[in-house]
Nanobody
Framework: QVQLVESGGGSVQAGGSLRLSCAAS????????MGWFRQAPGKEREFVAV????????NYADSVKGRFTIYRDSAKTTVYLQMNSLEPEDTAVYYC???????????????????WGQGTLVTVSS
């Protein structure tokens, strides 16, 4: 059973940085795409970033391009989301997700993902 455990959330002032981690276990991750989503209070869960485990190809939501970076450590089977220049609008619960066996375009929709973590809260104050 694949398990995803997020960590690294917390409170930060606008302009600050945080790094989220997603520790993955229970699977063979060579053919996985690993994504980050977020859900703000009263809003739908939205795509943030994705990385293809094999090759490291990435894609980002327009709202975070140039500020957030997704990367992986294959030895630790961990995916990270480095978040810089944080804004109050980035406040949300951040979820890690895994999509299995996809080819072609990197997945950006919730229904394309097979496994989810429990989420970690990020609060950005102005």
């Amino acid at each position: 059973q694949v398990q995803l455990v997020e960590s690294g959330g917390g409170s930060v002032q606008a302009g600050g940085s945080l790094r989220l981690s997603c520790a993955a276990s229970g699977g063979t991750f060579g053919n996985y795409d690993m994504g980050w989503f977020r859900q703000a209070p009263g809003k739908e869960r939205e795509f943030v970033a994705v990385i293809r485990w094999a090759g490291g190809t990435t894609n980002y939501a327009d709202s975070v391009k140039g500020r957030f970076t997704i990367y992986r450590d294959s030895a630790k089977t961990t995916v990270y989301l480095q978040m810089n220049s944080l804004e109050p609008e980035d406040t949300a619960v951040y979820y890690c997700a895994a999509a299995v066996g996809r080819i072609g375009v990197l997945p950006k929709h919730r229904y394309e993902y097979n496994y989810w973590g429990q989420g970690t809260l990020v609060t950005v104050s102005s």
